[in-house]
């Protein structure tokens, strides 16, 4: 499947370096494919979970929410579905010494498509929450079913628009494949203007409403929390639940992508590349968070987590009934789901956003 070298003492002699660092790196390629395929696996199981349960209502989570949280489970999807096969078939079909070619143009056009569009879709959950809890009743009137469409609209067809240039091998930044990375990438030193103003308009803006937003959210359930622990009707159940959820989500944010906007900075600045497993950590890191925010954005969340058991309670008992019925799942089943009947009835009303269980802002009386 790999090209293959038997290369006498004489032979590496004469090899200059760059070759040697070429032979290098395909001696390391089927490690490297081994974790882009694991990653991967992990990715599209991970986001097949949260389409069976997001696809069906679920407690606590309102219409929006969905459409965005849909809209992240699409994109991060893509990593898995759409980024890791095509550079994966690049990388085992193109031979290490080839050039870059028009598919290539577009393989590097579609992973800088996905990464760019998950960045957006995390900026706009990242605002539909801060909405949701400093304007709650002006919410409805303020995120409309049609202005949320079009966010997400926005999220997926603006950046598109901004890395069309890519797709054109003749065009205003050249694309070379990475056997470090195996990645067909942008040479980011052939227009530095191109490559700061795409971080201008996709990297910092996001990352500046993201960090903005949840960091006023967190502060104001801090500050209720302190409200509630002073008037004794503090509930034990949420131990600073804000914490738990918006930390984990910024740190997983922040240290999946600064490492590879870092690394872009460098490369078109200085014109060099990095170490090959630096290069390969840091192209492949903000794929990681694609399944991060399954963890972050959906398994914290008690009430995903019961409805995802009961659809797979129901799959048991439809596909085989009689180990269903040897466990009692059935019983469970119904029981669970008469519990989520009473739950939906008896709860304090919770303005929903795209966590629900990351903070729950109580009016005090």
Not at 332 to 347: K, M, P
Request: aromatic share 12%; charged share 10%.
């Amino acid at each position: 499947m790999y090209p293959t070298f038997n290369l006498s003492t004489s032979d590496h002699s004469n090899l200059s370096d760059a070759d040697n660092l070429r032979l290098q790196e395909l001696t390391h390629r089927s490690v490297k494919v081994s974790i882009i395929i694991a990653l991967g696996v992990m990715i599209t199981l991970g986001n097949i979970a949260v389409l069976m349960v997001i696809t069906s209502s679920v407690a606590g989570w309102s219409r929006n929410s969905r459409y965005f949280l849909l809209s992240l489970t699409a994109a991060d999807s893509a990593f898995g579905l759409l980024v890791m096969p095509l550079n994966l078939w690049v990388s085992l079909l193109k031979d290490y010494s080839e050039g870059p070619d028009a598919f290539c143009h577009v393989v590097a056009f579609c992973n800088a498509t996905v990464y760019s569009t998950c960045m957006y879709t995390l900026a706009t959950i990242s605002l539909e929450r801060y909405i949701a809890v400093f304007y709650p009743l002006q919410y409805s009137s303020l995120m409309t079913r049609k202005r949320t469409l079009l966010l997400i609209c926005f999220a997926w067809c603006f950046p598109p628009f901004l890395l069309s240039p890519i797709t054109f091998p003749d065009g205003i930044i050249e694309v070379h494949f990475s056997t470090a990375s195996l990645v067909c990438n942008p040479s980011y030193s052939t227009n530095i203007a191109y490559t700061l103003s795409l971080t201008c308009l996709i990297f910092f803006p996001c990352s500046i409403v993201m960090t903005y937003a949840n960091l006023r959210v967190w502060c104001a359930a801090k500050r209720q929390r302190l409200k509630l622990r002073k008037y004794g009707c503090a509930l034990r159940s949420r131990h600073n639940v804000a914490a738990r959820v918006l930390v984990p989500v910024m740190a997983a944010y922040y240290t999946c992508w600064t490492p590879c906007m870092a690394v872009m900075f460098y490369n078109a600045v200085s014109g060099s590349s990095v170490p090959e497993w630096v290069e390969f950590v840091v192209v492949w890191l903000p794929t990681s968070n694609g399944f991060l925010n399954c963890i972050f954005y959906f398994w914290i969340n008690k009430n995903f987590r019961r409805k995802f058991h009961l659809i797979l309670q129901r799959l048991a008992l439809a596909l085989c009934p009689e180990l269903a019925n040897t466990f009692e799942w059935s019983t469970t089943s119904s029981a669970q789901f008469v519990s989520g009947i009473l739950d939906d009835n008896n709860s304090v009303h919770e303005r929903s956003s795209s966590v629900s269980s990351t903070c729950t802002l109580l009016s005090m009386v």
